[in-house]
């Protein structure tokens, strides 16, 4: 157990992220290989409460968490529903990745991404902890809602232009 002022907690949250390997020196300038592992608020004030890491040796599996980041998600011009923002493993400390990237730049309506369709399902030194089918993304096309004012103000005026071409 170590306490950590709130103003170091806040300037390290952003910097990383959970799934992150650091070095945790304490007292006596002891040094620790350390994986960011969760972190928890107070429900109301929403200041952190705890922060977990585990402790990891090189040559020991250990379960972690990739972050799945969508680029370019602005481009498309369609309906882009990320369904996990994480994805869980379990790998060696030196086979770690640190995001999962997905391009959505020209995916059309109907695309959909399955966590066995990412690259870090295909590696066989990463055991993905989530079935292969789980849903990461889905794209559709958007939906045009119309407001009943509007189709009145539509049909208004298409009966204007009907009358003035007559």
């Given at each position: 157990m170590i306490q950590i002022p709130?103003?170091?907690v806040n300037r390290f949250l952003t910097k990383v992220s959970k799934g992150d390997i650091l070095k945790i020196e304490v007292k006596d300038n002891e040094e620790y290989n350390v994986l960011f592992k969760e972190i928890s608020h107070h429900p109301v004030t929403r200041q952190v409460e705890h922060v977990e890491f585990q402790h990891i040796v090189a040559d020991e599996p250990v379960?972690?968490?990739?972050?799945?980041i969508l680029a370019n998600r602005e481009m498309n011009q369609n309906v882009v529903q990320q369904h996990i923002e994480e994805i869980p493993y379990n790998a060696l400390p030196k086979d770690f990745i640190e995001d999962i990237v997905i391009d959505v730049k020209g995916m059309e309506a109907g695309n959909t991404?399955?966590?066995?369709?990412?690259d870090a399902a295909k590696n066989d030194k990463i055991r993905i902890l989530i079935p292969?089918?789980?849903?990461?993304?889905?794209?559709?096309?958007?939906?045009?809602?119309?407001?009943e004012d509007e189709e009145e103000t539509e049909a208004e005026a298409e009966a204007g232009a009907t009358e003035t071409t007559e």
């Open positions: 709130t103003r170091d379960n972690s968490v990739v972050n799945v991404i399955t966590v066995g369709d990412l292969e089918d789980t849903v990461v993304l889905t794209v559709s096309e958007p939906v045009r809602v119309v407001l």
